[in-house]
């Protein structure tokens, strides 16, 4: 892989994260923040993680940029500095992940039981949302301690990633790509029972209920099209014929993450805080 590549795939990712977090700076206010999580914690859990994701992958791929460039040097007391950034980022789109099945579960509840158990399901809902991030985190971080180079270049030669400069156990490697493939597979079988229900099931949805089924409908669309079938092609083709997309295209999973949450947010602007702001002007003449 020709490193102009995978900085370039950087410099696309900066761009991304940037216009996410300009869309969030106008999303995500105070007041409504504290509202949405009143009325619904799975969307408002979601909003925040892909405002932190797109913050924390902005500073990491400026992290690497410095690093490509020799700002940062490949010394052994930037060790620290590099892995925790990116282990922040691991994190974060775990916690993403989560949020995303709490955001279309949520969903499917108020199709199927629209005022029966909402406080309940929410509870469940956080506490097990909660439980997921506190496993990753833990299993993760102690893994990132095991492993902590103590001498050397923290960096092997060629090396622009904070996944290729950390030597993962096996059971770290079985255990991140069990945690992704499940997640995939959760997603996807609750995203997809979420549209049938949303197809078949003749739901009185007030118009702000409306906006939020559509959103979580495109959220899943975009989040098929740019990480669900590429980590499905990229899983088939490393194990079947130790094919690898990356080394021809960079980090396309980093890539797909920014495509995955700058789509989202600008979703949310024009389907959910647009309409409505055109619905109240409107009603207000």
């Known amino acids: 892989m020709a490193q102009e590549v995978v900085l370039a795939d950087f410099v696309v990712v900066l761009l991304l994260s940037i216009v996410t977090i300009a869309f969030k700076t106008i999303v995500l ?9 009143k009325r619904c914690p799975s969307l408002c859990l979601f909003l925040i993680s892909n405002a932190l994701l797109a913050l924390q992958t902005a500073f990491y791929v400026v992290q690497w940029l410095l690093f490509a460039y020799g700002i940062i040097e490949n010394v052994v007391e930037n060790t620290v500095f590099l892995l925790v950034v990116g282990h922040i980022v691991m994190i974060t789109q775990q916690f993403n992940h989560c949020a995303t099945v709490a955001l279309f579960a949520q969903r499917v509840h108020h199709i199927l039981f629209p005022i029966k158990g909402v406080r309940t399901f929410n509870h469940t ?13 833990g299993i993760s971080t102690y893994s990132i301690v095991d492993i902590f180079p103590l001498s050397g270049k923290p960096v092997p030669e060629g090396c622009l990633s904070f996944a290729c ?28 029972y979420m549209l049938y229900l949303l197809r078949k099931v003749n739901v009185g949805h007030a118009g702000n209920e409306r906006k939020k089924s559509n959103f979580a409908r495109y959220a899943f669309y975009v989040r ?16 079947t014929f130790q094919i690898y997309i990356g080394r021809f295209i960079g980090p ?7 495509v995955d949450f700058t789509a989202q947010t600008v979703l949310y602007y024009v389907v959910v805080r647009r309409q409505k702001k055109i619905f109240v002007t409107g009603t207000s003449i």
């Open 224 to 239: 098929s099209v740019v990480l669900t079938i590429p980590f499905c092609i990229d899983t088939v083709l490393s194990n």
């Open 125 to 137: 809902t956080i506490l097990c949302l909660s439980l997921s991030v506190l496993v990753e985190l």
């Open 165 to 192: 400069m950390t030597k993962f156990t096996e059971f770290m490697r079985i255990y991140l790509s069990t945690f992704a493939s499940v997640m995939h597979i959760l997603i996807t079988i609750v995203g997809v």
């Open 252 to 258: 396309h999973g980093l890539v797909g993450c920014a």
């Open 29 to 37: 206010r105070r007041k409504e923040l504290v509202s949405t999580w």
